[in-house]
Antibody
Framework: QVQLVQSGAEVKKPGASVKVSCKAS????????IHWVRQAPGQRLEWMGW????????KYSQKFQGRVTITRDTSANTAYMELSSLTSEVTAVYYC???????????WGQGTLVTVSS | SYELSQPPSASVSPGQTASITCSGD??????ACWYQQKPGQSPVLVIY???KRPSGIPERFSGSNSGNTATLTISGTQAMDEADYYC??????????FGGGTKLTVL
């Protein structure tokens, strides 16, 4: 069965960077894009960007362009989302999600809480 | 940039039909998806390509999309359906857009 398992919670200081991982199993990793979605406490879902796991091409939301980098390691069946220059405003749960054949976000990771605090 | 609008809240009595709308410019020309999210849990896809249900989603969930509005309908609403619901569409086939979410209360 398809599973996306994300790395554990992180606590970071302002100005630092964080890299969250999303390990996929149960399917051919390079066959489906992986997306990253942010949800601040009590707030809506925000789409951050996606990566074509096959060729590594990426597309980012305008809001996150320049602040987020999405990569993948096909040998490890893992996608990564790195946020730089952290501020307290980016404290949120970050989800990875895999597309289905109809371009829906069919499978979701369990979420990773990133807390930014001095 | 493309935007999707949802009412912040909706309520329904158990056993009745709940309808949640999602509005966007010419949304009917795109495919709409719907996600259910319960507190402390990851979102779950309940409707994709306007009206298709993923495996395991009960038949009481249905969807439609026409003009500028997509609608999620829950027939015979149960207490377990109380959750936040988000619509989603693609803009220019490259950018994902979420609606603001609707909190459904079953009372």
């Amino acid at each position: 069965q398809v599973q996306l398992v994300q790395s554990g919670a992180e606590v970071k200081k302002p100005g630092a960077s964080v890299k969250v991982s999303c390990k996929a199993s149960g399917y051919t990793f390079t066959s489906y894009p992986i997306h990253w979605v942010r949800q601040a406490p009590g707030q809506r879902l925000e789409w951050m960007g996606w990566i074509n796991a096959g060729n590594g091409n990426t597309k980012y939301s305008q809001k996150f362009q320049g602040r987020v980098t999405i990569t993948r390691d096909t040998s490890a069946n893992t996608a990564y989302m790195e946020l730089s220059s952290l501020t307290s405003e980016v404290t949120a749960v970050y989800y990875c999600a895999r597309e289905g054949s109809g371009r829906q976000l069919l499978y979701w990771g369990q979420g990773t809480l990133v807390t930014v605090s001095s | 940039s493309y935007e999707l609008s949802q009412p912040p809240s909706a309520s329904v009595s158990p056993g009745q039909t709940a309808s949640i709308t999602c509005s966007g410019d010419k949304l009917g020309d795109k495919y709409a998806c719907w996600y259910q999210q319960k507190p402390g849990q990851s979102p779950v896809l309940v409707i994709y390509q306007d009206n298709k249900r993923p495996s395991g989603i009960p038949e009481r969930f249905s969807g439609s999309n026409s003009g500028n509005t997509a609608t999620l309908t829950i027939s015979g609403t149960q207490a377990m359906d109380e959750a936040d619901y988000y619509c989603q569409a693609w803009d220019s086939s490259t950018v994902v857009v979420f609606g603001g979410g609707t909190k459904l209360t079953v009372l």
